[in-house]
C-alpha cells in the first residue's frame, strides 16, 4: 500500500465522451503529479501541483484539464479525446517540488483505453 | 535536448547478479533515482545518488558518477519476485524529474 489511490483503475470511453480521474495522497505531502505512462516510452509530467497552485504545464493538449481542490487530492478531466490518448495515467505526491531528494510515491494508476 | 538512456530489456539467472545501466545528459544535475515497477503496478522509490559513489542497500546497490553522466543498478542473490521493470529518472536543474523508457528484467530458474 503506497498512499496514494486512483480511481477508477480501469476506464474505456469514447472520444466524445468526458470522465474524470481521481487521485488522493493519505500522506501529507504538499506536490501532487500526473504522468502519462505508454508502453516501452519513458514517463512523461503532464502536471505539477505544489500547494495547490499549478506549477508545470508540459504542453498537455486541453482535452486533459486537472484540478486541485486540495493538497489531498487531484483530477484529471477528460475529454474529446483521442485513441494515441490511451495509456496507464499515474498520480505520484512527494513532499514537496523544489528539493531534489523527496522521492515521489506514485498510485497504481488508470488504464486508459479510447474507442 | 535531455535524454536518458538504459536498455530496454535483460535476461538473468535467479541467484546470480545483474547491473542495469543508466546514462543521461540533463541541463543541470541535482540527483539520480532508481525506482522498480512490476507489471501492472505502480513504481516504486528504489534508491537516491547525488553524490559519486556506491549506496549500497541490502540486496540493491547503486552507483553513481557525475562526471560520466553514467549511473547503475546492481542487483545482487537474483530472486523470481525481482522480475520487473527498473527505472532511472534525474532530477534537474528546475528539480523536474527526467525519466528512461524503463529496463524491463526477466528473472529465469
Not at chain 2, 40 to 62: H, I, M, Q
Request: charged share 15%.
Amino acid at each position: 500500500e503506497t498512499g496514494v489511490t486512483q480511481t477508477p483503475r480501469h476506464l474505456v470511453m469514447g472520444m466524445t465522451n468526458k470522465k474524470s480521474l481521481k487521485c488522493e495522497q493519505h500522506l501529507g505531502h504538499n506536490a501532487m503529479y500526473w504522468y502519462k505512462q505508454s508502453a516501452k516510452k519513458p514517463l512523461e509530467l503532464m502536471f505539477v501541483y505544489n500547494f495547490k497552485e499549478q506549477t508545470e504545464n508540459n504542453s498537455v493538449p486541453s482535452r486533459f484539464s486537472p484540478e486541485c481542490p486540495n493538497s489531498s487530492h487531484l483530477f484529471l478531466h477528460l475529454h474529446t479525446l483521442q485513441p494515441e490518448d490511451s495509456a496507464l495515467y499515474l498520480c505520484a505526491s512527494s513532499q514537496d517540488t523544489q528539493a531534489s531528494s523527496y522521492e515521489q510515491y506514485f498510485g497504481p494508476g488508470t488504464r486508459l483505453t479510447v474507442t | 535536448g535531455q535524454n536518458i538512456d538504459q536498455p530496454t530489456e535483460m535476461t538473468a539467472t535467479e541467484g546470480a547478479i545483474v547491473q542495469i545501466n543508466c546514462t543521461y545528459q540533463t541541463s543541470g544535475f541535482n540527483g539520480l533515482f532508481w525506482y522498480q515497477q512490476h507489471a501492472g503496478e505502480a513504481p516504486t522509490f528504489l534508491s537516491y545518488n547525488v553524490l559519486d559513489g556506491l549506496e549500497e542497500k541490502g540486496r540493491f546497490s547503486s552507483f553513481l558518477s557525475r562526471s560520466k553522466g553514467y549511473s547503475y543498478l546492481l542487483l545482487k542473490e537474483l530472486q523470481m519476485k525481482d522480475s520487473a521493470s527498473y527505472l532511472c529518472a534525474v532530477s534537474d536543474s528546475n528539480y523536474q524529474l527526467i525519466w528512461g523508457a524503463g529496463t524491463k528484467l526477466i528473472i529465469k530458474p
